[in-house]
């Protein structure tokens, strides 16, 4: 049993985690490298990471700096930002191509943070499928007579306990993100 708790915690660990990534690429009012992890750029034929391309620097509050680190893969990093739903436009002066942030109106503000709300969910329901699934080997190993109905309680109970600290953790993660967009 301590061996599905353990896989439980690692996969549940793993939902917030993964939430905590998608939430760093989530634009707030402030400029951060991390907006531009999930921008893919055909280069050379094939789909490669900008981080990958490109050395990229957040200098000041509002503006991200891409510096290539082929200069014939301008346009193309170019294009992936304009593609991308970032909402930015680049501007390039032949060796930087740069970022400016603009300032976040008050309903972009609102539509990120039900982004943010779909992402916490879409968390919660990954933690508590993690629940559901190792619940459900605990009973078919009860059911084989591999432990007690005394161990398959307490073990479900610590499983629970563990779901709802990870629900918390996720609603904490979403309170904390919600009050950065929100931040003017």
């Given at each position: 049993?301590?061996?599905?708790?353990?896989d439980?915690?690692?996969?549940m660990?793993?939902?917030?985690?993964?939430?905590s990534n998608?939430?760093?690429?989530?634009?707030?009012?402030?400029?951060?490298t991390a907006?531009?992890?999930?921008i893919?750029?055909?280069?050379?034929?094939?789909?490669?990471?900008?981080?990958q391309l490109?050395?990229?620097?957040a200098?000041?509050a509002?503006?991200?700096?891409v510096?290539?680190?082929?200069?014939?893969?301008?346009?193309?990093?170019e294009?992936?930002?304009m593609?991308s739903?970032?909402?930015?436009?680049?501007?390039?002066?032949?060796t930087?191509i740069?970022?400016?942030?603009?300032?976040?109106?008050?309903e972009?503000?609102?539509?990120?943070?039900?982004?943010?709300?779909?992402?916490?969910e879409?968390?919660r329901?990954a933690?508590?499928?993690?629940?559901?699934d190792?619940l459900?080997?605990?009973?078919?190993?009860?059911?084989?007579g591999?432990?007690?109905?005394n161990?398959?309680?307490?073990?479900?109970d610590?499983v629970?306990?563990?779901?709802?600290a990870e629900?918390?953790?996720?609603d904490?993660?979403?309170?904390r993100?919600?009050?950065?967009?929100?931040?003017v």
């Amino acid at each position: 049993m301590k061996e599905r708790i353990d896989d439980a915690r690692r996969r549940m660990e793993g939902a917030t985690k993964n939430l905590s990534n998608e939430f760093s690429a989530l634009r707030t009012g402030r400029a951060s490298t991390a907006l531009l992890d999930r921008i893919n750029v055909n280069a050379y034929g094939a789909m490669t990471p900008l981080t990958q391309l490109a050395k990229i620097h957040a200098p000041e509050a509002r503006l991200i700096t891409v510096q290539p680190f082929d200069k014939t893969m301008m346009t193309d990093i170019e294009r992936a930002i304009m593609e991308s739903d970032l909402g930015l436009t680049p501007s390039n002066d032949g060796t930087t191509i740069r970022l400016p942030l603009p300032q976040l109106t008050e309903e972009r503000r609102k539509e990120l943070v039900k982004v943010a709300h779909r992402m916490a969910e879409e968390a919660r329901v990954a933690v508590r499928n993690v629940r559901r699934d190792i619940l459900n080997e605990m009973k078919r190993a009860e059911k084989d007579g591999e432990v007690s109905k005394n161990d398959l309680g307490r073990a479900q109970d610590d499983v629970q306990k563990l779901t709802d600290a990870e629900v918390k953790s996720v609603d904490e993660m979403l309170a904390r993100k919600e009050a950065e967009i929100m931040e003017v």
